[in-house]
């Protein structure tokens, strides 16, 4: 049983005090982690180390410190383990000449699956490009390129899946039929690790996140527990109620709120911990004789926890 | 076995679209277009003299090289820069056949069109006088020189992007320049050892012609064909160590 938020109990990619410098500039410093069944969401600002992380992961770079496994070995020396990952890239990556679905069975054919025809039609309809998928990939647009390399990356069945900004350029409704099948993905028990700046999209995609902040890692685990990790700044609540003054009035008198905004008859709180205030306001209520309709954290959100840790540093 | 086709295959469709089939098809038998527009009313002896001034003077150090640099240098240079190439190299196969079949598929393209700029030509002498005897050496010098650049030129395009402009330094300046003016380093050029290869293979009294047109220190056929397949296996071993050294993105 591991107590490190960072490792996972039975991990496909293994990352071990791993750093890569290019000349002076530092992209990843010392991250240790591991990746395992279901989505992880890769996590952090445009320059983070995101991508020098994911490109480590597949093997395209080399660490230039630490080690990294991928079902117990480093990819560059067993090209064997690639026949089980699969990798979306954030740069185009794609051959414009080439039909989506040339390339979807070429990706097969240098994945030795059997019949690459029918695997290419397979992963076609997986990401939906249907009729679109016999003309060249130079003429499609951003949104449906990222399709065709989830596509070519799913088309051998791979046991890991690593995106890169999978999501960029795609339009609401891609953007949702691709969370869902990355979901889907990971709750059949791949393992999916999916980098992105977008928060929200990592938060509708993963339970949970490594974040990277100037190349070393800044927090580890599900969302909600790196919030509760961050005891150091107060939660803020949403408390709606019929009397919004006098429980205003009431809950500074408490020692454990620290501060209290009034927005439009609703209760902005601020608390060090949370859970006592959430037993401590019902009976506050009672006193004033107040009508609590909401009560909810408003920064349990991945948003506020990418603020923090951007902030922080 | 089947990637390695597959690699190939797709390589000679990257490197030799109709764009490039067109230009390139028309640049392999302006030769042989410029020797039948000039060779028209001359003697047989006269006709292998403009044959062997297009030999020496266009098709092996002009034509040749600028067609093999071009096409090779793109086999691994615009996989790296389209970013194609993290496609490539995160597949279950070994990157020495990952840079064997980059290799194959530009040579092909590459003694096909150099190979059909030497039959062309040797097609035209042969129409023109009725000697057939340099029709092949000339198809297989063709190739031999455009596999010895081909070696050399897609690992140039895999490091840098300024490859063509690399290649054409190596052509007109070490070529063309350094080495004509010192013939011991003949066999370090690449258009000389398909010159080789056809002074070994056509008919003597062509050969013996060449050495007017400034052809000396030709090798023989057997150390020409060693030290292409030198070159080729140092250049698939030399591009299997960078794909797998090297960072590649």
Same mark, same amino acid.
């Given at each position: 049983?591991?107590? !490190? +938020? &960072?490792?996972?109990?039975? +991990? ?17 410093? !010392? ?13 952090? +600002? !445009?320059? &983070? ?66 019949? &690459? ?130 429980? &205003? ?47 909810? +954290? ?16 | ?16 679209? @109709? ?24 003697? /047989? ?19 040749? =090289? ?11 240079? $615009?996989?790296?820069? $389209? ?16 840079? *064997? ?9 590459? *003694? ?26 000339? @198809? ?20 840098? $992007? ?21 013939? *011991?380093?003949?066999?370090?050029? =690449? ?12 008919? $003597?009294?062509?050969?013996? /012609?060449?050495? /007017? ?33 090297? /960072?590649?993105?």
């Amino acid at each position: 049983m591991t107590t !490190n +938020p &960072a490792l996972v109990e039975s +991990p496909t990619v293994e990352v071990d005090d791993v750093s890569k410098w290019f000349g002076q500039k530092v992209a990843v410093s !010392n991250v240790t982690c591991s990746f395992g069944p279901g989505v992880t969401g890769l996590l952090g +600002p !445009n320059g &983070a180390g995101k991508t020098t992380m994911l490109r480590m992961l597949t093997g395209l770079i080399r660490p230039s410190q630490g080690g990294i496994k991928v079902l117990g070995v480093w990819p560059r020396t067993s090209p064997s383990v690639y026949a089980n990952v699969g990798l979306v890239p954030e740069e185009a990556a794609v051959y414009p000449s080439m039909t989506a679905r040339a390339f979807i069975r070429y990706a097969a054919t240098l994945a030795g699956v059997a019949d &690459a025809d029918e695997a290419a039609a397979r992963a076609i309809d997986t990401v939906a490009l249907g009729d679109a998928a016999d003309r060249r990939l130079g003429g499609y647009s951003k949104g449906m390129r990222q399709r065709a390399k989830v596509a070519a990356a799913l088309v051998a069945d791979p046991q890991i899946l690593l995106l890169d900004e999978p999501l960029n350029g795609t339009d609401p409704v891609q953007r949702l039929h691709l969370i869902n099948l990355f979901r889907q993905l990971g709750d059949e028990g791949r393992t999916i690790v999916v980098s992105s700046h977008v928060l929200d999209e990592v938060e509708r995609m993963s339970d949970r996140v490594i974040a990277i902040v100037d190349g070393r890692l800044a927090a580890a685990g599900d969302i909600a527990a790196i919030r509760r990790a961050m005891s150091d700044i107060p939660y803020r609540v949403r408390v709606e109620t019929d009397r919004s003054r006098v429980l &205003a009035a009431r809950l500074l008198e408490e020692a454990l709120v620290h501060g209290v905004t009034i927005d439009d008859d609703v209760l902005h709180v601020e608390t060090g911990d949370l859970a006592a205030l959430g037993r401590r306001v019902p009976v506050i209520a009672g006193d004033v004789d107040a009508r609590i309709t909401v009560f909810r +954290p408003e920064d349990a959100s991945l948003e506020s926890v990418f603020r923090y840790l951007v902030g922080r540093r | 076995m089947r990637a390695s086709l597959a690699i190939t295959t797709a390589t000679i469709r990257q490197v030799f679209g @109709i764009r490039r089939a067109l230009i390139f098809g028309f640049a392999a038998i302006a030769p042989a277009l410029v020797f039948l527009v000039s060779s028209q009313t001359l003697a /047989d002896e006269a006709a292998l003299n403009r044959l062997l001034a297009m030999v020496v003077g266009l098709y092996f150090p002009l034509l040749v =090289p600028i067609v093999s640099l071009i096409i090779s240098a793109s086999a691994l240079g $615009d996989e790296r820069r $389209d970013g194609t190439l993290s496609f490539l190299v995160i597949r279950p196969i070994p990157r020495s056949a990952i840079s *064997g079949a980059k290799f194959l598929g530009a040579a092909l393209v590459v *003694g096909a069109l150099n190979g059909l700029g030497g039959g062309a030509l040797g097609l035209m002498y042969g129409l023109e006088t009725g000697v057939w005897g340099v029709l092949i050496p000339l @198809i297989l010098g063709g190739i031999v020189a455009g596999t010895v650049y081909t070696a050399l030129f897609v690992p140039l395009g895999f490091f840098t $992007d300024r490859a063509v402009l690399a290649g054409l330094a190596f052509v007109f300046v070490f070529e063309n320049g350094v080495v004509s003016a010192l013939s *011991g380093l003949s066999a370090l050029s =690449p258009w000389r050892l398909g010159l080789s290869t056809f002074a070994a293979l056509a008919p $003597d009294s062509v050969a013996a /012609d060449l050495v /007017d047109f400034g052809a000396v220190n030709l090798s023989g056929l057997g150390s020409t064909t060693l030290r292409a397949f030198v070159v080729v296996a140092v250049s698939i071993a030399a591009t299997t160590m960078v794909l797998r050294r090297r /960072d590649l993105a």
